[in-house]
């Protein structure tokens, strides 16, 4: 019925005829590897509304992610996408903008918590049914924003801390996730695999991915993207199924730096229920993106972390090579002999704090939802082996049964300490202070910036010969984030090494 007048039943149903054959026409736009500068821009000018964008997106999710390569990045598709995008075109037409991210359409790792028509699992069957009762915190701040929150992706179960062996990019809940530069053939790094290789096929404009240790530099890494991992504390961990206190954070991944940064800036901000954030202060910046400068390499020192790189092939090497080439030609001063230690990230400190912190989680489930423990996911997984125990639980187990969740064990307190100190004042800050550097180079990811909870920054520096991407990450000091994104865009601007997958 129209609204203040009567119309008769065959004019109802041509209407509705010509407006359902307008519906089903894409626009013109180019989507691939657009940027949302590119984006807005077309939206301001009228050529696309966010609708067509969002329409845009999924058109491409359903040749590309669920059929053709079938890459599995995507794992749930938000049903109020569209209407989103309907309202925040309103705004638009009315003379609201909220901001450079008005009306983009992004992409949330399934561990983030949306208080809508999507789950929240982590991967795990135990969780599949699982709505959130409220936003993470992030969420709240990215639909303030005005994003379009796209879907959830797939992921590694329960963020890789569920048992030794699985594979990057499996859940039980979702499959297998493929990297779009060889489907089936390249593994696609982890846990944030779906956000990674949703991004570099050009399924959203941008994604949030979470990293407890290497879960966001890794696959931006394998996938040929930007993977910003924020210092502890710059945005806020509520509402993300955890593992650890000490180590996890979330952060964006995209195509550009550019964009990374416009995520980023809306993402960061005081929590009031995480005390982590509450240390940040002024320290968070309203824009990132007015530190990114094409010069941003000349004067610059820049360290070149070689304390690892054994444990990389010749042709990863190659590319390191042609990354230092490339920064010392924009004027960068590259120092040598500022090598880093591989620390990894301790497993005796990740253990003990897992099971406290995703019973703290599990605890806030909404009043119904039957799985409120470790032990619940655990014996879920028992009674549904076949579907979900093809890897196994071993860590499962040795976080219930191994740990009090007190964190109350020598073991533990020493362990987070020493990891602090030799990653923190005798690794990262060391180095920084005895060199006079800007920043740390490393190729490809280290454990150090994640136990330290320092960022840091990967930009795509290139491709393997095996057809792999391959990344090279800058690394700094708490809240280096504006140093680490002007380093990271200048080498973007004179290198230009990234290229989108080819897709059939």
Known sequence: MICGRSRPVTANIEWSVELSEKETSMPTFQLEEATIKTMQDAMNSGEITSRDLTAMYLERIAQIDKSGPTLNSVLEINPDAIYIAERLDAERRQGKLRGPLHGIPILLKDNID???????????????????????????????????????????????????????????????????????????????SGSGAAVAANLCAGAVG???????????????????????????????????????????MARTVQDAAILLSAMAGEDPADEATLGSGERV???????????????????????????????EKRLLSEAIVSMREAGAVIVEQTNLTHIASNSTVLLYEFKSALNRYLAGLAPNYPIRTLKDIIDFNNRHYE????????????????????????????????????????????????????????????????????PSIIVPAGFRDDGMPFGIAFVGTAYSEPALLRLAYAYEQVSKRRKPPVLD
């Open 210 to 252: 979470t990293e407890t240790s290497g879960s966001i530099l890794n696959p931006a890494c394998r996938n040929g993207v930007v993977g910003i991992k924020p210092t502890l504390g710059l945005v806020s961990r509520r509402g993300i199924i955890p593992i650890t206190y000490t180590q996890d954070t979330a952060g964006p």
């Open 114 to 192: 949306t208080a809508d028509n999507m789950h929240t699992s982590a991967g795990t069957l135990a969780l599949a049914d699982s709505f959130a009762m409220e936003d993470a915190f992030l969420v709240k701040r990215l639909r303030a924003a005005g994003v379009v929150l796209l879907g959830k992706t797939n992921m590694t179960e329960l963020a890789n801390f569920m048992t030794t062996g699985m594979p990057n990019g499996y859940s039980s809940r979702g499959g297998q996730v493929l990297n779009p530069y060889g489907p089936g053939k390249l593994q696609p790094g982890g846990s944030s």
């Open 387 to 454: 579907q979900t125990l093809k890897y196994g639980q071993t860590l499962l187990l040795r976080a219930q049964y191994e740990t009090s969740g007190t964190m109350t064990e020598p073991a533990y307190i020493h362990d987070r300490l020493r990891d602090w100190r030799r990653s923190r004042e005798e690794g990262i800050d060391r180095l920084l202070r005895e060199h006079q550097l800007d920043a740390l180079l490393c190729p490809g990811v280290t454990d150090a910036a994640a136990v330290s909870g320092y």
């Open 285 to 315: 910046c309203l824009n990132y993106t007015d530190f990114l400068d094409k010069d941003g390499l000349r004067g610059a020192r820049v360290g070149i972390n070689r304390g690892y790189e054994a444990n990389f092939t010749e042709d």
